[in-house]
């Protein structure tokens, strides 16, 4: 054997040898994200992790490895399935690896050992992640510790129809300076009930169209406890305050006494609802900002800024002006290995960079996580994204993240809408509460 | 005799480890079940003891000194930690460099630590910065203990001698996971809530027994039973239908009739009155749908088994009665009724038992509203425990609902058999005695 062909087999063996390694670094790792409360302008929810997954591969092939992701995708219209099956999938150990859920899961979920930290995994300091909004982290934490990565913001406006508007007295100037009455103090909730009135005497809006609420169970309640001076939680206690839920209750009972809200109207049907919003059946209302996604795109209100005009909203007796923001996190779910977290925490940190965060912000009506994204050209050029940015989320207020909010939550709503309905008084309702959280919750809740 | 009874035991074996596995299983977890506080934010397979801010609050009041103590984040560079790090054998760098820059550096949080520790010159990854911030973590704040003795090994550490209460208050204090309780029951028991949904489930329960399953089966059973046998049968399969349509489709079939275009709204636009949701109109409204709906599916049970009961009855007692001038009321009251006694028994007893446990045709048409007017217990068991919109599942509440369930029925049961006489059913006729 000379030399020359021991170096020549020596360079065959060498050659084969590589080939195996890299073979070997072939890696083909499925992700499967879920997320709750998707219609049909969300899909960038799943979407996003699809991209950054296309990125992350070749992000790998540049470092000379290759990676195969395979992302599932499972968005859900509504949230009570989208919970159940997710807690149930999940405490039969066949959680999906990223979810996307509103940040008031994180409290119940942490504590539950369903979720890892997502500063576990990926670094805080570094970009995009370093350009979050710093209140939209907090958002996200729990107990001191970073869980989620906020997928979106948004934040709850009242909206006036304005041809009715006009039609009662208001002018063009007058409505232009409405946000920022409402934002004052100067037009508040007593004025939505005297002006929804005032539509349905002279026939603009069948009765019980006057004001037209959420017609169902959502955090948009809990505003209108804020508006009227109650606090959801203080120095991680929750609190409740009876004054202000009794106010609270009685302005529903209020407008459904005067005729303007429909004692009925949970549960109605919601598509006919946002038909109805649409096309001027309603005169005031309220929602979200990704309302005017559904408006626009699916409903046909094509002229939205001369129909519609938004505001916080308006405060009531004891409190002020404020919306609620109630983003969106992505979190990573316990039970796979820390390799797959670390690819599944990595395509998080990548969908959320401005540029494809922004896709989702425009298409469902959201707002950006940070200021960057405000920069991109999609974000920049959109009316509603940056009029809504402006005038409401400097006052958004979030739900707290904590482990007992739930039940708090079911408490409130069920006697909210047993006095809206009538089947309870406001006193019976706001006093079967007390009962009740005192009897569920005991020291975690401060009844004021 | 002997091998026929061990062939009797082998013969109903497999029945008896379905009724073990499929009835006495399930009714024996719920019980187990409704002795916890189990919940989404407990977990079913067992918690974790955590310092959190909560178990803070907890421990205030009963050893303030210990929980003023462990309030704080504390975060130090100690040589302690540094051969910790040593022993772990990742980059040498990492510990040198902490020794001779950072040694005994303080810092209030894991964030700032763990911004030194990044910085060091061999750029750890952020699960590495992880394992070294944990080696330095001199509080138990926010860590997440899996067991109790890492607990109290770490406050041991830190300068805690516990006794072993305190060290029982601490771990109750901390405990993430569920507990047993009775505070189900007690919940339960005071809730003016469940008292009206109690009342809901009765009044539904009863009316829907009284009308549709007992009595209109009995009304179509007797009327079919006077009617030609083509004609009857007609009719017998026209009330099967309710039954035999997938409950889904069903449901949606009341939903087009019922809702704000549907065809009641539209027919009753012809004579002016108002479109609205007749289903969810207000509580009146829909609880004639619900006790409609359910009725008409219920109906159809009891039909069959009357009828065939009246088929049973000798056809001679309906000549003889015939012969001597009987009415057909008469016929009814004095031939048919007394000898419907039996399957009476059996479908009131089935029926309860089934309007109580079932609540699909409620969950899919009303959902329990208008403002939980139409909510039943076995739904409220439902939303409890498996479906609500905060996501907040208690399981161990959900479970005590339907513990409760059950012991009615039972109690139900034990009722009937005693106003129905069951005794004589199954006592031994005197003539073989």
Redesign the interface.
């Given at each position: 054997m000379t030399i020359v062909s021991i170096l020549r087999s020596a360079t065959l063996a060498a050659a084969l040898l590589a080939s195996t390694a890299v073979i070997a670094s072939a890696k083909d790792v499925t992700i499967s994200v879920w997320s709750g409360g998707s219609g049909p302008n969300d899909n960038y929810r799943v979407d996003a992790i699809e991209i950054a997954a296309e990125l992350l591969e070749r992000e790998a092939a540049i470092r000379g490895e290759e990676l195969n992701i395979t992302v599932q995708k499972t968005p859900y219209s509504g949230?009570?399935?989208f919970?159940?099956a997710l807690?149930?999938a999940a405490?039969a150990k066949k959680a999906p690896n990223i979810v996307a859920t509103g940040h008031?899961?994180i409290?119940?979920?942490a504590?539950?050992?369903?979720i890892v930290p997502v500063?576990?995994?990926?670094?805080?300091?570094g970009w995009p992640i370093s350009d979050i909004y710093p209140n939209l982290m907090n958002v996200a934490s729990f107990?001191?510790?970073v869980y989620g990565i906020p997928q979106d913001a948004e934040s709850r406006p009242f909206f006036f129809w304005r041809p009715h508007m006009k039609a009662i007295g208001y002018t063009d100037a007058d409505l232009d300076a409405l946000p920022a009455k409402v934002e004052k103090g100067e037009y508040t909730l007593k004025n939505v009930l005297e002006d929804a009135k005032k539509m349905q005497d002279k026939g603009l809006v069948?009765p019980g169209y006057g004001f037209y609420p959420r017609t169902?169970?959502?955090p948009d309640y809990w505003q209108f406890y804020t508006s009227f001076g109650g606090l959801m939680e203080d120095d991680?206690?929750l609190v409740f305050d009876k004054a202000a839920m009794k106010r609270a209750y009685q302005y529903f009972a209020d407008l459904v006494a005067a005729g303007v809200t429909k004692?009925?109207h949970?549960?109605?049907?919601g598509d006919?609802w946002w038909k109805e919003v649409a096309t001027g059946k309603a005169g005031i209302w309220h929602g979200g900002t990704w309302h005017y996604a559904r408006l626009v795109n699916q409903e046909g209100l094509k002229d939205f800024f001369d129909n519609v005009q938004f505001t916080l909203i308006p405060a009531g007796e004891g409190g002020k002006a404020n919306t609620l923001t109630h983003p969106l996190t992505y979190l990573l779910m316990a039970g796979h290995d820390?390799a797959t977290t670390?690819i599944a925490a990595d395509l998080v940190k990548i969908a959320s960079e401005p540029r494809i965060n922004a896709l989702h912000a425009i298409k469902s009506a959201h707002l950006g996580i940070s200021q960057a994204e405000t920069k991109v050209d999609l974000y920049a050029s959109d009316r509603w994204a940056s009029e809504a940015t402006e005038r409401l989320l400097p006052h958004a207020n979030a739900m707290p993240n904590n482990?007992?909010?739930?039940?708090y939550?079911?408490i409130m709503?069920?006697n909210l809408?047993?006095s809206?309905?009538?089947?309870k008084t406001v006193d019976?309702a706001v006093s079967?509460a007390e009962?009740?959280l005192k009897?569920?919750l005991g020291?975690?809740i401060v009844i004021r | 005799m002997r091998t026929s009874r061990t062939l009797g035991l082998i013969m109903i074996a497999p029945a008896a480890i379905m009724i073990l596995l499929f009835f006495l299983m399930p009714v024996v977890l719920t019980a187990v079940f409704s002795l916890t506080n189990m919940s989404t934010a407990t977990g079913i397979s067992g918690g974790a003891y955590q310092v959190t801010q909560a178990a803070v609050n907890r421990l205030t009041t009963d050893m303030p000194e210990l929980a003023a103590a462990i309030s704080e984040p504390r975060f130090v560079i100690d040589g302690e930690g540094v051969a910790a790090l040593e022993a772990l054998q990742l980059k040498p760098h990492f510990a040198t460099e902490l020794r001779s820059e950072h040694l005994g550096e303080v810092f209030a949080s894991r964030r700032e630590a763990e911004r030194v520790i990044k910085a060091l010159k061999d750029r750890p990854s952020t699960r590495e910065v992880k394992r070294i911030s944990d080696l330095f973590n001199r509080s138990v704040l926010n860590t997440r203990f899996e067991t109790r003795e890492a607990l109290l090994e770490s406050l041991r550490k830190l300068g805690f001698d516990l006794t072993p209460e305190e060290q029982e208050a601490v771990a109750k204090a901390t405990y993430t996971g569920w507990v047993w309780t009775a505070d189900n029951f007690r919940i339960i028991g005071n809730s003016p809530d469940m008292a009206q949904v109690f009342l809901n489930t009765a009044f539904y329960v009863a009316v829907t027994l009284l009308l549709f399953n007992v009595g209109y089966a009995l009304f179509l059973a007797v009327t079919t039973h006077y009617m030609t046998a083509s004609t009857a049968s007609i009719f017998r399969a026209v009330w099967l239908l309710p039954r035999i349509t997938p409950v889904v489709i069903y449901i949606l079939m009341w939903k087009w009739l019922t809702w704000d275009n549907g065809f009641l709204s539209l027919f009753m636009g012809q004579f002016g009155y108002p479109a609205k949701n007749y289903l969810l109109d207000n509580a009146r409204d829909a609880w004639f749908f619900v006790i409609l709906l359910n009725g008409f599916i219920g109906a159809s049970m009891g039909m069959l088994v009357f009828s065939s009961a009246i088929k049973a009855i000798p056809e001679t007692q309906f000549h003889a009665s015939e012969m001597d001038g009987a009415s057909r009321w008469q016929q009814i009251r004095y031939i048919i009724l007394p000898q419907l006694r039996w399957p009476i028994l059996f479908v009131t007893c089935y029926q309860t038992l089934s309007l109580l446990a079932s609540f699909n045709e409620i969950l899919l048409s009303t959902r329990g509203g208008p403002g939980r007017a139409t909510e039943v217990w076995s739904l409220a068991a439902y939303h409890t425990a498996l479906q609500n919109y905060t996501g907040n599942l208690e399981y161990g509440l959900g479970a005590a609902m339907a513990l409760v369930l059950v012991v009615i029925g039972v109690i139900l049961s034990l009722i009937y058999l005693r106003v129905f006489r069951y005794d004589t059913l199954i006592s031994k006729p005197l003539i073989e005695d």
């Open positions: 949230w009570e399935e919970k159940q807690t149930l405490e008031e899961d409290g119940p979920w504590q539950a050992g369903l500063e576990n995994y990926i670094d805080l300091d107990n001191g510790t069948q169902n169970n959502g991680g206690e004692k009925n949970i549960g109605m049907p006919q820390e670390q482990a007992e909010f739930g039940k939550w079911t709503w069920k809408e047993a809206w309905t009538g089947a019976a079967d009962t009740e009897a569920t020291d975690a | -």
